[in-house]
């Protein structure tokens, strides 16, 4: 089974809105990785929250990690068009074993 | 800087075929992941090395075989494909508890 899950599986929204989604995971974790895929192509890397962090700001990006819940939230503020992309979060429940949850496809309206 | 180089980036197989998938990597990364992933899933991984001259299993490692032929490239094997081996290849690299680089991805299909 997967190691995290993301929620909601998809997401749909206006340019200028915030997006907010949701991972939540099993075992104890070193840390917290969200990525982006764009359509048929390779993830990238988003921000990288470790378990004694609580929340990280990159950009437009915030993340907050709880781990007394195994569960961390990725929020992207004033979305754009190119904001459009499946998230993904990662996360190594043993030394340099990531895992990847099912995703949330996040559609952003112009 | 190339980062993680996939090979070959598409490929049709007739059940049984056997093939080799090739990743490399140029930045000297000690670990190396092969992921697949099926239509509007997550990632699912297959096998990985956290240093040259090792591997393990990962969460499908079945039907698939891999070799860390030195720290750059690390392969998959599929020895006799069959159709529900159709996925996407991810192959990706890190230097270790920090951000995975992804290659473009091998899309493979078994009929």
């Known amino acids: 089974s997967q190691q995290g899950e993301e929620d909601p599986q998809a997401l749909s929204i206006q340019e200028g809105e915030n997006a907010t989604m949701n991972c939540s995971y099993k075992t104890s974790i070193n840390n917290l990785q969200w990525y982006r895929q764009n359509s048929g192509r390779g993830l990238v890397h988003l921000i990288l929250i470790r378990s004694n962090e609580r929340e990280k700001h990159s950009g437009r990006l915030r993340v907050t990690l709880d781990t007394s819940k195994k569960s961390s939230s990725l929020l992207i503020t004033a979305s754009r068009a190119a904001d459009t992309a499946s998230y993904f979060c990662a996360t190594a429940p043993g030394t340099y074993k990531y895992i990847f949850g099912t995703g949330t496809r996040l559609k952003v309206l112009a | 800087n190339a980062g993680v180089t996939q090979t070959p980036k598409f490929q049709v197989l007739k059940t049984g075929q056997s093939m080799t998938l090739q990743c490399a990597q140029d930045?000297?990364?000690?670990?190396m992941y092969w992921y697949r992933q099926d239509p509007g899933m997550g990632l699912r991984l297959i096998y990985y090395?956290?240093?040259?001259?090792?591997?393990d299993k990962g969460e499908v490692p079945n039907g698939y075989n891999v070799s860390r032929l030195n720290k750059r490239e690390f392969s998959l094997r599929l020895e006799s494909a069959a159709p529900s081996q159709t996925s996407v290849y991810f192959c990706a690299s890190t230097r270790g508890d920090t951000e995975a680089f992804f290659g473009q991805g091998t899309r493979l299909t078994v009929v």
């Open positions: 090395s956290a240093s040259e001259g090792t591997t």
């Open positions: 930045m000297n990364h000690n670990s």
